[in-house]
Structure formats: structure tokens, C-alpha cells
């Protein structure tokens, strides 16, 4: 049987432009089967490590380790075990070691195959390893597609927190396989997705117009899809290029996510309770409907954010997460715990409608346990 | 009793210019006693965590800490176990531990107080925690003063060698307080000595020659050694200015140390029987020897070189290290270990005489081998 002839053209490039750091994002179809002559032309002589995790490698080991070996390319792999949990210190340490064992030099390069969890570990150790070695991000979910495999954001977790320990380290490339979309679960879809609504509902209320309409495309694949995962890395390589190390305006990335990491950190990170993307959705709706108390929002524009993520089938409101949240007390220590907290001051990301959020600094404590105490 | 007042103004202050990664490293006695309000004026608000080893803490923590204190300044203190061996994961995840509990936020600061081993921890430490936070270098030993503390190169050993994993990460501030090199052992002075030396030798020949004639006052302490340390600091921020990551002309800086990492490789590293600053010193010779036989340096430099380290007590041949080093082989199986080499070829500093140095990166391995066989 003969191999399907790679693709090697992407659909769409989005350049990340930050000068002698900037880097390409590939976004379209057989990216993964097409890599290695891609890889060849723009990286001539460097041997890879690929790091993945054992579901990813069911999926697309193969077809990339064919797509290097084609192509003429040297390359060891790694694979670790799925799942959160190895955001940690002691596969941090082994795969570290297993890069260094590959008698990896400075100008080669790692190779993250998976979703957000391999992305995170495997940018660390790049940005680590002879004090920084190159890395291409080959994301495999939705999530880390639109959003962790572009900006350099990388790290592990420890028993104080989530990402407490990392570096920025951005990649030399991005392969945004679209097909490869298509060995998600459902449910991890519209996790993703819940983050593609984001870029809407931040700054780009034709985008998110566009994706009221367009929605069922976009999960059934093709030009929508590639459509939709292009205008969110552009979204987010533009935030990036601004401020690159999230002193600023980087912050609007995070919509939805002070509440929505305090309900993860509440239901102790368990997947089976609350997927991070489903966390973001509800952290969005309390976020448009806290803006409606302040008197920011129409109630209008609310409606139509919970709407779409509702008509996704993403979860709106604290009270569809099995087994419960606890107290408005629960959550206000959960928010307090955050890394985005400054020396006692809350800062959210607030809006004034679809596409017009905005960096809230001070917002006063008191006022989000009264308005929680009533969601949950 | 009322504790000596605190003499806040250095003798020298050398500017590392590195844009908004630049910083000011402070040169003169009595700055650990008077580091507070030196703090408290350059970082307004912050809190700390000092991080120091035993040695160090019996005789520098308490005057550092009574300097905070008084300046209202909040801390609070993370001792290790001096030696080598704690440039390890399991020390970094240790402290990197002992500066979440401790809480510290993006803006407070790490302090680094001991020697090149503490430096280098604590900067890769700094170099991660939040994916980055300010640190202060204040080095207690010679080497520290005049090498690590300053650059922002951080890092840990692994079992496949030392400072494979680390990242650049240059500190907010330097105090080099030359008060404190009169609590180290003579073999200590000595070995940073080398290094000293090493700035004269590398580009700057009036140095040297300075050195030559008042050696003895830079090992009494006083101006001398202030000046000693200065020059030595504002050469090594000259060559970090113009490359921070060491893609060339920093490599100038590894005079003597390809010979000097395989001497101490071979010795396992045992400080009884070799530390970094006299493998330095006999890596200087050699590499000088060596510029003779390719007949790029006079022999009268390079005895002169010689001569300098021998009358500063340094050892300057692999002879003279207790247990021998092993074979022409072993020595090159260690030099191709040495993470400068690059593929298959030997980048070494040369010299054209004192204060003459260049990096050579073609260097035949045959050569080095059959030079190698007649100095063991």
C-alpha cells in the first residue's frame, strides 16, 4: 500500500511577528503527514525529539514519524502519560532527561505532538535545555490550538498552583493540523471552542456574528473550521506581539478565566466534572452577566454570549457542574489564590457588549461574592 | 551593643547595559551589612526570600538580614546544603517550593547570598517561578563576584553534565561586597584569582600588567581589590552587552575553560583534588601553550602568563592535580562531552599573546590529542 502523497501546503499562515522570536503558524489538513519536508526547509540539519502522550501517539505518531523519516530527518520520540498530572516536576525532570539523552544540541529542535498538557511541558523543557533549544508546537486539540501552542506561555504545576513554574519560550512553528481535530471527543470540541467564542466576544463582534452562523461548519471540519482557528491565532498572535510577556493588554486573553479557574480549582481539576474549556464558558457568562450589574452591559448582549455557548451545548452557569461549586466563600478564596491577583486588588476582565471587553483593575471584592452568591 | 553603622555608598558601581534588562552591580566593602536601604530605595514595596547555603549563612545571613529588617523590609530566609551537589532538580524543586510557600508575588524578589553554586540555583529559580521574577545577586566569593553573579546565566546539572538546564535570566541588581571575601580560605581566593587574571589575559594587557604588580594588595583586600573586581566585572558586562545569549564573541570568555571543564570532568569534579578556578588556571596555560605550538604566541608570552598564575600559588599543569587526569583519550573523550563542542568540531579561545585571545573553531582534534600526550 502506498502512503497518501503529504499536503504541504497549509490553507492559511498566520505570522506571530516579535522580531528575532517571531515564528509562522501552518493551519489547514495533513499537516502532521506533511511535516517532515516542511520541517526540512526550514530548519536544514537539526535532528528532533517528538514528545507526546500515549492517546496522541495512537492517533498521530505514526504518520508524523513517516512524514520525518521520508523526509530524511533524525528523530527520537518520547511519549509520557495523558493527562494533567504530568504538568509536573517529575515528568518535567524525565523528559529533560530524555531530550539530553538524545544528544540534542542547541540547534535542534523538540517537537510537541499532543494538546495543551504536552505543549506546556514540552515548551518548559525546551526553554530550558542548554538554556533554551528550539520547539515546534503541533497541537492535536482544538484548545491548544487556538490558544496555548501560540504565545510562549509554558509551564508545569505545582502543589500551590497551576503554571506557577515555567518560562516564555516561543516556538520556531506551529503546525495547526485542522484534520486531526476529527479524533476529539465531542465533548473536548467544544471545550476548544469555548475559547474560539473567546476572540469574539474579546474584541471581534463580526467574528463572533460570523460564528453564530457558521458554528455547525466549524465542528464539521473543512473551510470553516480552518477559517475559525485562523482568525483566533490571529487574535491571539496579535495580543502577543503587543505584549508579549502579559504585562498589559495581554490580560484580555483571559475573559472568562478568574472565574472560570476558581471553578476548576474548586472541582480539584477533575476532568470528568469540569474540562478547563467548559470552566471558560461559565466564567464568560458571569462575566457578561457581572458586567450587566455593573451596569456595564445590555442584558441583551448577555443573553446572546450565553446563547451561543448554550446552543453549543457548553455549560453556562455554575449549576450544571456535577457534584456542585460550594460557597460564594469557596469561590472568592479560589479567585484570591489566582496568580492574576496583585497585592489584594481584583482584576477582571469586564465588557460593555459583544466585542468590547476591557481590563477592570479594581474591582471591589465584596460586590463579586454578592453577585456569585447568586449563581450558585 | 549598637551595630556598625552601615556604609550604603559602593566604591564602584559598573552598569551592565542591557535595555530594560539592565542593572547596576555595586563594588566595595560592607554592602551585605548595608543592602536594606539600598533595597528598599531600588525596589520600592517588594518583599524577599533569601536563599543561601550553611557555610554562607554562619557568616553573612544575620547582617543581612538585621539590614532588612531595620529597613522595614520583609523576608524570609531559605538555607541549602552547600556544594555542587545541590545544583540538582531535587535542591531547584526544593526551593522552588520554598518560594511559593513563602508567597512571594511577580513583583518581590529572590536574593542570592553565597557562592557560584547559590547563584546559579537561585537565577534559574528566578528565572521560572511565575515564568520569571527579579533577583539580586550578592556573591560571597571571589569567582562569584567576578564571573557567575554576573551575565544571567543560570542553571542545574544533570547526570549528562553540568549547566545543561538553566535559562538566561539576568538579576535586577548586584552587590559584590569585597568585605566578604575575607571569610574565605586561601585555595578559594586563589581559584577566583584565576579568573581575574583571565580578563587580563583575554583582551586587556594593561590589566595584566596591573595584576603582575599588585597582586598582593588585591589578595590584602582594600582598593586594590575593589579595582581588581571592577575591572573584572565592567570587562565581563562588556562582553554579556554585546552577547547576552552567547551566540559568538562571549564564548571569549571560556579562555582556558575547554581544557578546564574536561580537567574537572576527569576528577569527578572532587573539590579536594581540583576546583573550577585552578582547572582554569592550568586550562589558561594550556591554551597559551598550545597558541605556541600552532605558532600564533611568542613563548615569552606565554611563560609570562605562566609565571603570573605559579606566583599566585595556582597550579598551571595537569601534573600538578593529586590522582592525575587520566590519558590523552580521556581528556578529549571529555572535551567532546563539553557541550561547546558542535558537531564534531572543536571550538577553542586561542591566543596571539597576552591580551591577545580569539576563538578559534576549527581546530583539528588530532592535534590537541598529540599536544595533550605530552603535558600528562
Not at 489564590?337 to 477592570?360: E, M, P, Y
Request: hydrophobic share 45%; with cysteine.
Amino acid at each position: 500500500m502506498t502512503r497518501e502523497p503529504a499536503r504541504l501546503a497549509a490553507a492559511e499562515t498566520v505570522a506571530v511577528e516579535l522580531g528575532e522570536r517571531g515564528y509562522d503558524i501552518l493551519i489547514g489538513p495533513g499537516l502532521i503527514a506533511g511535516a517532515g519536508p516542511e520541517l526540512a526547509r526550514r530548519f536544514p540539519g537539526a535532528r528532533y525529539a517528538i514528545v507526546t502522550d500515549e492517546t496522541v501517539a495512537g492517533h498521530h505518531l505514526e504518520p508524523l514519524a513517516a512524514s520525518l523519516t521520508d523526509a530524511g530527518l533524525a528523530y527520537s520520540s518520547i511519549v509520557i502519560t495523558p493527562g494533567e498530572a504530568s504538568k509536573s516536576f517529575e515528568v518535567f525532570g524525565d523528559v529533560v532527561d530524555g531530550v539530553l539523552s538524545a544528544r540534542l544540541e542547541r540547534g535542534d529542535l523538540l517537537i510537541a505532538l499532543g494538546g495543551g498538557v504536552v505543549g506546556d511541558l514540552v515548551g518548559f523543557v525546551a526553554g530550558v535545555v542548554r538554556r533554551g533549544m528550539r520547539f515546534v508546537q503541533v497541537p492535536t486539540t482544538l484548545l491548544a490550538q487556538v490558544d496555548s501552542s501560540v504565545g510562549g506561555k509554558t509551564g508545569i504545576n505545582t502543589r500551590h498552583g497551576k503554571n506557577l513554574v515555567g518560562v516564555f519560550h516561543q516556538p520556531s512553528l506551529v503546525l495547526a493540523d485542522t484534520g486531526a481535530l476529527d479524533t476529539l471527543a465531542p465533548r473536548d470540541f467544544r471545550a476548544g471552542y469555548a475559547e474560539v467564542a473567546k476572540y469574539g466576544l474579546i474584541d471581534d463582534p463580526a467574528f463572533f456574528a460570523w460564528l453564530e452562523t457558521h458554528w455547525q461548519e466549524v465542528f464539521a471540519g473543512g473551510a470553516a473550521r480552518i477559517q475559525a482557528v485562523a482568525t483566533s491565532c490571529r487574535a491571539k498572535a496579535h495580543v502577543v506581539r503587543i505584549d508579549e510577556k502579559e504585562t498589559g493588554p495581554r490580560a484580555l486573553l483571559n475573559l472568562g478565566h478568574t472565574f472560570g479557574h476558581a471553578l476548576e480549582a474548586i472541582t480539584g481539576y477533575d476532568g470528568s466534572r469540569l474540562v478547563h474549556g467548559e470552566a471558560v464558558s461559565i466564567g464568560m457568562v458571569l462575566a457578561h452577566d457581572f458586567s450587566v450589574r455593573m451596569n456595564l452591559c445590555s442584558p441583551d448582549d448577555a443573553a446572546r454570549a450565553r446563547a451561543h455557548l448554550e446552543a453549543i451545548g457548553l455549560p453556562v452557569s455554575p449549576r450544571q457542574v456535577p457534584g456542585g461549586v460550594g460557597t460564594a466563600d469557596d469561590l472568592m478564596a479560589a479567585i484570591f489564590q489566582d496568580k492574576k491577583v496583585k497585592r489584594g486588588r481584583l482584576t477582571f476582565i469586564l465588557t460593555r457588549g459583544i466585542g468590547q471587553s476591557f481590563i477592570a483593575d479594581d474591582v471591589a471584592p465584596d460586590v463579586v461574592r454578592a453577585f456569585l452568591a447568586e449563581q450558585i
